[in-house]
Each structure stands twice: as structure tokens, then as C-alpha cells.
């Protein structure tokens, strides 16, 4: 299995980040080609900051899309973020298996 780093094809929605009060950074995505049942194995690692002080205002997601060439969805995850648990940044990874190598990945911020 080869590791291609996919990180240049994330969007992000930043006008979102910013209506949540939190910056999503350091983020790094790569897939990998399984040799056996044509899937795609994907990664994305990152950190959520909050823009002001050391706290987020609401429990949030973090929702991670991935879109083929046709800008269909092919595979999604998301991350939960705490209101009660946070403190300062979280770092958080989301796995995702899917059957087509993605074009684009989305990554965007959701209050619950």
C-alpha cells in the first residue's frame, strides 16, 4: 500500500470557523490504496483553536466530506467537539474508507 498526502485538496469553510469562534489548523490528510477490494483508506489529522481565550461557546462537529470528480459525496465522518471538555486547543483525527479516490475534501464546523 502506497501513502499519497492528499493535504492540498482540503477546503475549508472559514466563513463557518469564524461563526463558531474556533480556527480549524494544522491539518494533514493522506490516503492509502488497499491492494485487495479497491478501497481508499483516509486520514486527516488537525486541531481545533479557539479564536478568542481558551474555550468554545457551543459543543460543535467537525464534519470531514470527501467529493468525487462529479462533486458527489463519497465518504463523510465528523468529530465531536465538547463545550464541557475543551480547553485551550483538541486535536483530532477522522478515518474514512471509500471506494473512490476523492477530488476535493471538505472540512467544516457544525453547532449542535
Not at 23 to 30: D, P
Not at 76 to 96: A, K, T, Y
Amino acid at each position: 500500500m502506497s501513502v499519497q498526502d492528499v493535504t492540498s485538496k482540503i477546503e475549508r469553510l472559514e466563513s463557518m470557523e469564524e461563526k463558531l469562534g474556533i480556527s480549524i489548523e494544522a491539518l494533514y490528510a493522506e490516503i492509502r490504496e488497499s491492494n485487495k477490494n479497491n478501497e481508499y483508506f483516509f486520514s486527516l489529522n488537525g486541531e481545533i483553536h479557539p479564536t478568542k481565550g481558551t474555550t468554545v461557546d457551543k459543543t460543535m462537529r467537525i464534519v470531514v466530506t470527501l467529493h468525487d470528480d462529479a462533486g458527489r459525496i463519497v465518504g463523510r465522518q465528523e468529530h465531536w467537539v465538547s463545550r464541557e471538555s475543551f480547553f485551550g486547543l483538541e486535536s483530532f483525527s477522522v478515518n474514512i474508507t471509500t471506494q473512490t479516490f476523492p477530488c476535493k475534501i471538505r472540512i467544516y464546523p457544525t453547532k449542535f
